[in-house]
């Protein structure tokens, strides 16, 4: 039991509840509805040392960052941190933390479950079944699509993709990958460009974080590179994707079909990729298991501990790996 610390953190909006329970158990806690300046009281701007938040959905940018003076520490929550201007916050000696590695094998997982149904239509076939379709009407047509001999190609070999390439070797499938550099050590076939990568496999599986430089990214272009074979796998961000032109690629038949479980405006699923039978969706569920979210939880209050314990930081983002706790 950790004694209690003289310490304010803020949550702005909603945050997990195991994370805000053991935040308030050890420090001081004040809560706003939202990411927004102007909810922000006199006391909060001068007393908060940390934020905890989901820092994926809401901006939380220069404007709320220098209305807290005395801020030390962002601890978001989840490994991507898009709407955290990482940066910006950086340059100011505030650390910002996210929670790696703790969600890598149940996001790889659900990628799997997520390939699967979509080469071997199993949401449909249950459908199906649930339907009275099997007794009424026979076996549920043979799939066009299979998992033998695919060519998977992952457009971001990090923690996760990494994983997702222990799992597909496993079943059997050849594997390339595109990152910005290649990883050094690592044997499978490296591109230096999407589209490169898009053109060499039959099955694109994407797992690089949003943010400007990924915006889009995957657009028509890359859709026609994968060819009417293709499947294309999004477990990585919406907003890394052209959401119109995949429509189209899955319609016009440019590929054959897709399993995502991100959306560029999510909640909001755009209603063309819905009427899509050959699109498989599923709501941003890739770590959400009570196991993995209960740990990417423990993860952000015990990086707000170990900073003002021990004036280190558990998991730095890459931006802010070089600030260091004053005092
Ligand atoms: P990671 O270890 O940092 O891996 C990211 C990979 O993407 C790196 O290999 C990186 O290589 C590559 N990359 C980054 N920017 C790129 C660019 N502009 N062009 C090409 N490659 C690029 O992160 P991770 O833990 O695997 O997580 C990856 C992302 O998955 C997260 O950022 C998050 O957005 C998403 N995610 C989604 C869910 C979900 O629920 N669906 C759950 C967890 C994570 P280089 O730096 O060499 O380019
Ligand atoms: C969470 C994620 O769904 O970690 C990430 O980057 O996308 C997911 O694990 C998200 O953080 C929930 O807010």
């Given at each position: 039991m950790i004694a209690k610390l003289p310490l304010t953190i803020l949550v702005p909006g909603p945050l997990h509840e195991r994370s805000v329970l053991r935040i308030d158990e050890t420090f001081r806690i004040v809560r706003i509805?939202?990411?927004?300046?102007?909810?922000?009281?006199p006391e909060m701007k001068h007393d908060v040392r940390g934020v905890a938040a989901s820092?994926?959905?809401e901006p939380l940018d220069a404007a709320f960052i220098d209305a807290?003076?005395?801020?030390e520490i962002i601890a978001s929550f989840g490994?991507?941190?898009?709407?955290?201007?990482a940066g910006y916050a950086g340059g100011k000696g505030i650390m910002v933390t996210n929670t790696p590695d703790v969600l890598t094998e149940e996001v790889a997982d659900t990628a799997l479950g997520l390939l699967i149904n979509t080469v071997r239509e199993l949401p449909r076939a249950e459908a199906y079944l649930r339907a009275g379709r099997w007794e009424r009407?026979?076996?549920?047509p043979l799939t066009?699509?299979?998992?033998?001999g695919r060519r998977a190609g992952i457009f971001g070999m990090g923690r996760i993709g990494m994983a997702i390439a222990r799992r597909l070797e496993a079943f059997g499938l050849s594997i390339a990958y595109h990152n910005r550099r290649p990883v050094e050590g690592l044997a499978y076939p490296y591109y230096p460009s999407l589209e490169e990568l898009a053109e060499a496999v039959d099955t694109l599986i994407s797992v690089v974080p949003g943010g400007a430089a990924t915006e889009?990214?995957?657009d028509a272009r890359i859709f026609k590179a994968l060819g009417a074979d293709g499947v294309f796998i999004n477990?990585?961000?919406?907003?890394?994707?052209?959401e119109d032109a995949l429509a189209e690629a899955l319609r016009e038949g440019i590929i054959r079909a897709a399993g995502l479980?991100?959306?560029?405006?999510?909640p909001h699923v755009p209603q063309a990729l819905i009427d899509l039978p050959n699109a498989v969706l599923l709501?941003?569920?890739?770590?959400?298991s009570v196991h993995t979210r209960n740990a990417m939880a423990d993860l952000v209050v015990d990086n707000l501990i170990s900073w003002f314990s021990?004036?280190?930081?558990?998991t730095p983002v890459a931006e802010t790996a070089q600030v260091t706790a004053k005092g």
């Open positions: 509805d939202r990411v927004d300046p102007a909810l922000l009281t820092g994926f959905r807290l003076p005395n801020l490994v991507g941190y898009d709407a955290v201007d009407e026979g076996s549920y066009p699509m299979t998992l033998r889009k990214i995957v477990i990585g961000r919406g907003s890394t994707v052209d479980d991100v959306f560029a405006n999510e709501p941003h569920v890739a770590s959400a021990d004036r280190k930081a558990l």
